[in-house]
């Protein structure tokens, strides 16, 4: 294996969906560790590309690759395997209303991995442990906060041992006050090495944490590069776009 291959390669993606085209072309890359966010206004493509990076929508022209790997070229048996190893963590928290917490997590193990159910809840307990939820594990999701549910899904996507992960809004559900607990596992989960592609309106949070902002707009990648293009004055789309959001909440 290239030691300068990326774990992640989207390559020329594109997407129409009932005549509109969704994505345009789009291209992006990360290499192991990196934490890339994708930002631009409502419609722009975001989620759209996520679903595409895990298959979940079949792009119409482009592959994704990951670690070499073209995801196009996969047989119907192997792209879930590949959708295994990319975590997804959706604006919603999909979780089952008749698990706790614990076998919300546990039961992908079981299900999709065939572990034995003590083994999958022992593990389901370290996940928990490990997004700060360990005292809710018995908890069902109608007990616990947005937040809270948040971090059960993100626990239950690294308990099949990603190689990467897609972030797709995962605070857009949440109340103010709420977000720093989510945002503060995915910057713990940065520093520990995860390789993370995350879709936000959080720009202070990804001025801090990223080396690489994309912003997309109308299915393409207009602009990327690092933080200080989001600064006032910094003449590009990306920059308009975060004094326009700034004026709205205030910030």
Do not use: W
């Not at 996507?157 to 990603?162: E, G, N, Q, V, Y």
């Not at 944490?209 to 006032?232: D, Q, S, Y």
């Amino acid at each position: 294996m290239s030691e300068t291959r990326p774990l992640l390669e989207v390559s020329h993606v594109s997407r129409v969906i009932d005549g509109k085209t969704i994505l345009d072309d789009v291209s992006l890359s990360l290499e192991r560790g990196d934490l890339k966010v994708v930002i631009g206004p409502s419609g722009g493509g975001k989620s759209t590309l996520l679903q595409c990076v895990n298959f979940l929508q079949v792009p119409d022209s482009g592959d994704v690759f990951l670690d070499g790997q073209s995801a196009r070229e996969m047989s119907r048996r192997n792209i879930c395997e590949f959708r295994q190893k990319i975590g997804m963590i959706f604006q919603d928290f999909n979780l089952f209303d008749h698990l706790c917490a614990r076998d919300n997590v546990a039961i992908a193990l079981q299900k999709v991995k065939g572990q034995k159910k003590a083994l999958a809840r022992q593990r389901a307990m370290a996940e928990l442990e490990r997004v700060g939820l360990a005292d809710k594990a018995a908890l069902y999701p109608s007990q616990l906060s947005g937040g809270q549910k948040q971090r059960v899904s993100l626990a239950r996507a690294l308990a099949m041992d990603p190689m990467a992960m897609l972030l797709d809004e995962p605070t857009s559900a949440l109340d103010p006050e709420l977000i720093g607990e989510v945002l503060n596992v995915i910057a713990q989960l940065s520093l520990s090495g995860m390789t993370m592609l995350m879709a936000t309106h959080q720009i202070g949070f990804a001025r801090h944490l990223t080396k690489e902002i994309i912003f997309m707009e109308a299915g393409r990648v207009v602009e990327a590069g690092p933080p200080k293009i989001l600064e006032p004055g910094g003449g590009g789309r990306a920059a308009e776009f975060c004094a326009k959001l700034a004026q709205v909440t205030g910030r």
